[in-house]
């Protein structure tokens, strides 16, 4: 049967790669080509207009305003565009997170189709374009000396991968490699690799037959046609914005170092102070094995299996887990509560496969999802070392086991008869990886994308309800400056009808500290059912029946522009960025540390300037005399750490995790304040400076000390000494601050203003001397979106709207 080329089935697809160091930009019509009752098998794309070019690092500022100009060029605007072709790479991780982080965006605000395209492909279809056949190779900068090597073969109907998954190798071994091959006088060089590597290739030969310069970078063109092949459409599958991700090859260097020693991360060894365990956290604490755990780990194996058919382990078996040069790769997470251990998981790499080893929980805490967080984090793990499965066996008689692995997506694979003592048999279960991890809305997990019909139904509304909606005019505002995806809804009077954070701590406690790399991935990852979950929550809130809130539906979009990790913050300006570029809202800025300033306004609605405001977070020290709103006039900062990195390291040193600011505040509450005399620096009169680090050296030269010479640590001693040298610096300096400007008036914000003993200090102490203190709520005080809404509701009140070519500044002060 011939295909039917159907014109009704005709859509406008915009296409976009930010991969490389080419802004690839697109608008075509795409049409599916269909057999009668057949899903569609390529599509023919028809290319309106490009704006190609070359923009190094400004794709975040170009892209948006490039995409509305292209649109332009081809006589069209963003109501005519029914879904979105993006570039996944593998190119560089930020440009690549920046045309998926827009586009998004854009699919999500548009309520329509986002595919997903290979940055390769799309360079081999731009090849193919140009009338090249035969062997073609592609050598894509991978920085750092390396490129993703990518061979195809090109004849008349398009490129053929003669690869099976991306890759990324030294840029010399791929110029070895090629230069080795029998066909290699026929291979014909592409890919912006050979900008910086093409010395290299020259030197293997192969350089002679590279083709034009011109071509070696994607265009939206060829990003298209890739996507259009019968291969580009079987690999986009589903076209729902929170499932489109982009393809790394290789893992942050973090969790690289760490694979090759899984489970003896420095931060939980808490050998240091001699006292161990009974540190390690008094509530729910998931973290990576440490050889500390193994006795632990081996009595409560003891206990789960008495009377169970099979050996249970013991501690040495366990500590054989973490051997570093055993010749699989192992992962075994733990899971304590109150200092206790209560339950672990872990599993060893076969082939592609996680075996899932041994998986316990005390009998005091079944039922509380333990198990379930533990296999997420081993399946984590495996499927960053490459596993596509999982495996395990049970024995057949345990049904409470086979219906929690029931649950996680584990069938029966195969049955090992009389295999344990006594004869009973065991079950082989396995499952695909990811695991079926049920989103828990109690759950501090990040909120994981689910399966849906993609695009979504509009909302129902009745004339009533949308003109209330009109009425409240309702701003939805995203944060991404660190390691907390969140999202806030609040309406134009200032109620908060939507927060939501999705934390990624448990994937940085482990390296004690936040990974950069790590927490931009998992921005890209989550960012969408962030946003989803705080446009279902605001119905919730207003009580509208019909159906989640459509981004048409609200007035204006804010963002965190800064300051903070460069590469997270970018995920969440450049999606807010699309998103109200499609949803044809206009765009708010934040500062982030106007963020923590203006969430005393959630506690008292009427502050009002002139006052005294302390900022404490992990980043920032900083006394502020707020004159008038906007006018900021900083009298001091801290001239080494800050004082939430001061509570981190100094957890670190003890080896509590992180982050150090909730444990050691736990630990104090018990501890005496004057056990030990820290230093407090800077500390005359006049002087609005902060300096926490030699109070930090104090610290850990105490721990040193009181180690060698045999003496049990009390931490709480240790803990409530430490928050009082910290907290009478920023009481004094306070005080002196407020008696000099005169202002009657004292806040705080920052992470640290969720600490109990600084907010009562504050609170009493400025107190009696007639000065109104305010203190955020205290899950307002760690990074949160509804402070970034409380800023975004002021500016969208004066009308401060930002341009389409605002990008991320890392660097943005008071
Ligand atoms: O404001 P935030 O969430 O992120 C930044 O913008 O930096 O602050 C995080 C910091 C961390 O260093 C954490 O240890 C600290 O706030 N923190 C605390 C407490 N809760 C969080 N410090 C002291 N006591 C606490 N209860
Ligand atoms: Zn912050």
Not at 586 to 612: Q, S, W
Not at 613 to 638: I, N, P
Request: glycine share 10%.
């Amino acid at each position: 049967m011939l295909p039917m080329k159907l014109d009704d089935f005709r859509t406008l697809i915009v296409a976009v790669d930010t991969s490389t160091d080419m802004l690839a930009c697109s608008v075509a019509w795409w049409t599916p080509e269909v057999f009668f009752d057949d899903t569609p098998s390529r599509a023919c794309v028809e290319v309106l207009a490009s704006r190609d070019h070359l923009c190094r690092r400004q794709a975040n500022v170009e892209l948006v305003e490039t995409i509305d100009a292209v649109l332009a060029d081809a006589g069209k605007s963003m109501a005519d565009v029914g879904g979105f072709l993006v570039g996944r790479g593998p190119g560089s991780f930020t440009g690549v997170r920046i045309g998926i982080s827009t586009a998004k965006g854009l699919a999500r605000g548009a309520n329509v189709p986002l595919m997903g395209g290979s940055t390769l492909d799309a360079c081999a279809w731009l090849a193919w374009r140009s009338g090249v056949r035969g062997k073609l190779a592609v050598a894509a900068d991978a920085m750092r000396g390396e490129v993703y090597p990518a061979l195809y073969e090109v004849d008349e109907d398009g490129p053929r991968r003669l690869f099976e998954r991306e890759r990324v190798v030294k840029a010399a071994a791929a110029a070895e490699e090629w230069a080795e091959r029998p066909d290699a006088t026929e291979l014909q060089l592409t890919g912006d690799g050979l900008v910086r590597y093409g010395k290299l290739f020259e030197e293997a030969g192969l350089m002679s037959r590279a083709l034009p310069r011109e071509l070696w970078w994607p265009t939206g063109e060829g990003l298209l046609l890739a996507a259009a092949s019968p291969e580009g459409l079987a690999a986009a599958g589903a076209t729902d914005p929170a499932l489109v991700l982009p393809v790394y090859t290789r893992l942050s260097d973090a969790e690289e170092n760490e694979r090759k020693r899984l489970g003896l991360a420095e931060s939980v060894n808490t050998a240091v102070t001699g006292v161990a365990d009974e540190l390690a956290g008094r509530h729910l604490q998931v973290r990576p094995m440490a050889a500390a755990d193994a006795e632990a780990m081996a009595a409560l194996e003891r206990d789960c299996f008495a009377g169970a058919a099979h050996e249970p382990w013991s501690a040495s078996m366990f500590l054989e887990e973490l051997d570093p040069n055993a010749p699989a790769a192992r992962s075994w997470w733990v899971a304590h509560d109150n200092g206790e251990l209560i339950g672990f998981a872990g599993g060893m790499v076969v082939d592609k496969d996680i075996e899932i080893l041994d998986v316990a929980v005390s009998r005091a805490h079944r039922r509380e999802g333990i198990a379930r967080k533990l296999l997420s984090h081993v399946s984590y793990d495996a499927q960053m070392l490459g596993c596509t499965t999982a495996s395990l066996e049970v024995e057949a008689d345990n049904e409470a086991a086979i219906a929690l692995y029931g649950s996680l997506g584990f069938g029966e694979a195969g049955r090992r008869r009389g295999y344990y003592a006594g004869g009973v048999d065991a079950l082989v279960m396995s499952a695909p990886l990811p695991l079926v991890l049920p989103v828990d809305a109690a759950s501090p997990e990040p909120i994981a994308a689910v399966a849906r019909d993609w695009p979504l139904e509009a909302p129902a509304r009745t004339p009533e309800e949308r003109a209330e909606l009109e009425r409240r005019q309702l701003i939805l505002a995203i944060e991404s400056s660190c390691d907390e995806t969140a999202v806030a809804i609040i309406d134009a009077e200032g109620a908060l009808l939507a927060n939501q954070v999705s934390t990624q701590i448990d994937f940085h406690a482990r390296f004690g500290g936040v990974v950069p790399e790590i927490a931009s991935r998992k921005h890209v990852e989550v960012i969408v059912g962030v946003v989803d979950a705080a446009l279902e929550e605001v119905a919730e809130s207003l009580g509208l029946t019909g159906g989640a809130l459509a981004p048409s539906e609200l007035a204006a979009v804010g963002v965190t522009q800064g300051p903070g990790l460069v590469g997270a913050l970018v995920v969440g300006v450049a999606f807010a960025k699309g998103f109200a570029y499609a949803a044809g809202k206009p765009l708010i800025c934040v500062n982030h540390l106007e963020g923590h300033l203006f969430a005393n306004k959630l506690t008292t609605p009427d502050l009002e300037p002139p006052f005294i405001f302390t900022l404490v977070s992990g980043g920032h020290t900083m006394l502020v005399h707020v004159r008038a709103w906007g006018d900021y006039e900083v009298l001091g900062e801290t001239l080494d750490d800050a004082v939430g990195e001061a509570f981190d390291k100094v957890a670190k040193a003890l080896g509590l995790g992180y982050p150090g600011g909730p444990v050691i505040s736990r630990l104090a509450e018990t501890g005496n304040p004057k056990a030990i005399d820290f230093p407090r620096a800077l500390n005359s009169k006049g002087d609005y400076r902060f300096s926490l680090s030699g109070l930090k050296t104090a610290v850990t030269l105490y721990i040193e000390q009181e180690t060698a010479a045999g003496r049990t640590i009390s931490l709480p001693d240790l803990a409530a000494s430490f928050e009082a040298a910290v907290f009478d610096v920023q009481y004094k300096k306070a005080k002196n601050a407020l008696r000099e400007t005169g202002a009657h008036e004292y806040c705080i914000g920052g992470g640290v203003a969720a600490n109990p003993h600084l907010r009562r200090m504050m609170i009493e102490k400025l107190g009696r001397q007639g000065i109104r203190v305010t203190v955020p709520p205290q899950n307002a005080c760690t990074d949160n979106a509804a402070m970034i809404a409380v800023v975004a509701r002021e500016k969208f009140l004066r009308g401060e709207f930002a341009p389409m070519n605002v990008d991320a500044d890392p660097n943005m002060t008071l």
